[in-house]
């Protein structure tokens, strides 16, 4: 039988993924196992999905030829600019689907955590489009440092609730949205803002994602005679902008898939989010996957300059190409990352996410050959991070 | 005959108290068991604490933190509980999330348990299917009750299935929502354990979350073996420490 890394049917890939929820999440997420993948294809689904991203959202996105950042690193350098899609990052390809998936499910509530706010803001985005109430869980500390998404989600009539407990950042706020979910079973609909989480969350966020390999294979053929780049390239957190640019290349062991990780001030500095060299195998919200944790199995909380790569696990898709030698990890620094950002802003005229900007800086030590075709994906645009560059750089 | 199932056969409601281990203070393990049994509590979950507990409100996330700033580890506990069997008859629960487990070794926590005397074991998010496949032939090398949990949502071919792999009791959820929520009944609880227990399980069960007082342990137990409470305890630890342990468990019955 062929290998494969797509997920398989008990919910795993490889050894990692599954459902280790609490009783109490049990029917949900078996509601959403038995029925997503049938709500997925039912025509009136695929019409509306699709009409909303190429209108709402503004695809498909472009595939550009960076002329500029190939010339200096001897090699061809294609940019998916998820940047350009509405709410600024490849975020919203996800809320849409999965805010179409809570209304064919008859939810009236949609929950979510955000990190940063970016996911906060496309799921906000979609809840005032479909007219459906958004709550949406936050550390209490990334409230603080994030004050125009918070905003911008108040903005889109979402209220958002402090995650007060433990280390009040992402992993916090996903621990509240859970324990929401579990006191709200029959109306809600939690919409997971990447590739983690129980079974079937990780396979429906990357199959909603995957629109953007979907698109590269038909852009590529145009421009370069081939579906297929000699690499994919992807900056990885929970993943998903990662498994969505992947997706359709997986199983294709002709297609190289790199993956990076934030090492924050060293892999070994005590403060990085590197998961695949730091984490070992564990359970994190719901799902068997590589975490960063204590001998004692305790979760650890990471580091990151970007506020988007900062999770303490990454998702069983992930976890498997990192164990199976499938992908190649390779983890950037704050340092490198911000000096990429600017490298393309000034060469290509694009600012984008410092998550984003990790993906970018590899090229300053992974060399390619000047005839590879390598796709990055251009996950997301910088507006949001004006203020860490302007700091980092004393703009 | 494992503590646990001796204790199910007694003719009265079971109380059942849950704490944190480390907390308040990190070596008061061994006494609030001492002073639990005691009073008169019939069952103890010993609440092994984790960063990330999913599955409880405020009151039991706020101890579980503080139980590991003070600490608390796997290898603490049970280096605390080893001689446990040597004061205490009371059966020993353990509750636990699945990771710091996973992380032990689950054979070797469960030898452990059974070295110092844990009767069962509560992992809420340790699905029954992962369980049955497994772990199931593990915990009965060590002679371990898996606790089982169901809630109102739970539909009977999953209790039924539940009922089938349980050989203790099953731990009841009272309404949908996290650790510590509301407290007291009203009648569409009641309505549900009244649907439970029509169903007439093989497994006795116990009722947990939401169970504060006298009235509310005496509601929870008309149709089921026994009542589990756990924030409410906690919350009186935190204000009346560990000395007062025996007020708070002689009112309830």
Redesign the interface.
């Known amino acids: 039988m062929k290998t494969t890394y797509q997920v398989d049917e008990r919910g795993y890939y490889g050894d990692f993924g599954g459902a280790y929820i609490p009783e109490m999440l049990y029917p949900n997420v078996e509601e959403l196992r038995t029925r997503y993948l049938e709500i997925m294809k039912e025509e009136s689904f695929q019409k509306e999905f699709k009409q909303l991203l190429k209108d709402y959202v503004g695809r498909p996105t472009p595939l550009y030829f960076a002329e500029g950042f190939s010339k200096k690193y001897n090699t061809k350098i294609y940019l998916k600019r998820e940047d350009l899609c509405h709410t600024g990052a490849h975020k919203v390809n996800n809320t849409i689907g999965q805010i179409l998936m809570a209304k064919k499910l008859g939810k009236t509530r949609v929950i979510a955590e955000t990190g940063a706010g970016q996911h906060g803001v496309a799921t906000a985005t979609v809840c005032a489009l479909m007219g459906i109430e958004c709550v949406v869980y936050m550390g209490e500390i990334d409230i603080a440092r994030q004050a125009p998404n918070v905003a911008r989600m108040k903005m889109l009539g979402a209220t958002v609730v402090p995650a007060k407990s433990g280390s009040r950042t992402l992993k916090d706020a996903t621990n509240e949205a859970i324990r929401d979910w579990i006191n709200n079973p029959v109306n809600t609909h939690y919409i997971i803002g990447s590739v983690v989480g129980p079974h079937p969350y990780p396979d429906m966020v990357a199959r909603f994602q995957s629109v953007i390999s979907e698109e590269v294979k038909i852009q590529l053929k145009e421009k370069e005679g081939r579906e297929n780049p000699d690499y994919v390239v992807a900056c990885v957190g929970g993943g998903s902008n990662a498994a969505g640019l992947f997706y359709h290349y997986l199983d294709n062991e002709d297609v190289g898939i790199i993956a990076v990780e934030a090492a924050g001030e060293g892999v070994l500095s005590g403060k990085s989010a590197a998961t695949s060299a730091l984490g070992k195998e564990g359970i994190i919200h719901g799902s068997k996957t590589l975490l960063m944790q204590t001998e004692d199995g305790q979760i650890t909380e990471p580091y990151s300059i970007s506020a988007g790569l900062d999770y303490p696990g990454v998702g069983p898709m992930h976890a498997n190409l990192f164990r199976t030698g499938r992908g190649e990890f390779i983890s950037v620094t704050d340092k490198d990352a911000m000096d990429a950002g600017l490298v393309l802003s000034k060469l290509e005229g694009i600012i984008p996410a410092i998550e984003t900007a990790h993906a970018l800086a590899i090229f300053e030590t992974r060399k390619f050959k000047e005839d590879d075709v390598v796709v990055i994906n251009l996950s997301g645009r910088g507006d949001k991070d004006l203020n860490t560059y302007i700091e980092h750089f004393n703009l | 005959m494992n503590r646990i199932n001796q204790k199910l056969q007694e003719s009265q409601k079971l109380l059942s108290i849950y704490f944190t281990a480390g907390y308040p203070e990190i070596e008061d393990t061994a006494r609030i068991i001492e002073a639990l049994e005691k009073s008169g509590a019939d069952m103890i979950e010993i609440g092994l604490p984790?960063?990330?507990?999913?599955?409880d409100?405020?009151t039991i996330?706020q101890s579980s933190?503080a139980a590991?700033r003070n600490g608390m580890?796997?290898?603490k506990l049970f280096s605390q509980i080893v001689n446990i069997r040597k004061t205490v008859n009371i059966p020993l629960i353990i509750m636990g999330?699945?990771?710091?487990?996973?992380?032990?070794g689950v054979e070797k926590f469960c030898q452990k348990c059974k070295e110092t005397g844990i009767d069962g074991l509560i992992i809420?998010?340790?699905?029954v299917e992962?369980y049955k496949t497994h772990y199931q032939e593990i915990f009965e090398k060590y002679d371990l009750i898996p606790v089982?949990?169901?809630?109102p949502?739970?539909?009977e071919e999953?209790i039924r299935f539940i009922d089938d792999v349980s050989n203790g009791f099953i731990y009841m959820?009272s309404s949908?929502?996290?650790t510590g929520?509301t407290t007291g009944f009203g009648d569409e609880q009641m309505d549900y354990f009244k649907r439970i227990s029509n169903l007439d399980l093989k497994t006795p069960t116990i009722v947990g979350f939401g169970i504060s007082s006298a009235a509310s342990f005496k509601q929870a137990t008309e149709f089921s073996k026994g009542a589990i409470i756990g924030s409410a305890f906690i919350k009186h630890l935190s204000h009346h420490g560990v000395d007062k342990i025996s007020e708070f468990v002689k009112v309830l019955r």
């Open positions: 984790f960063s990330d507990p999913l599955a409100g405020p996330q933190e590991l580890t796997t290898n999330y699945f990771n710091p487990i996973l992380q032990y809420p998010d340790l699905p992962e089982f949990l169901i809630t949502q739970t539909s999953r959820v949908a929502s996290v929520g």
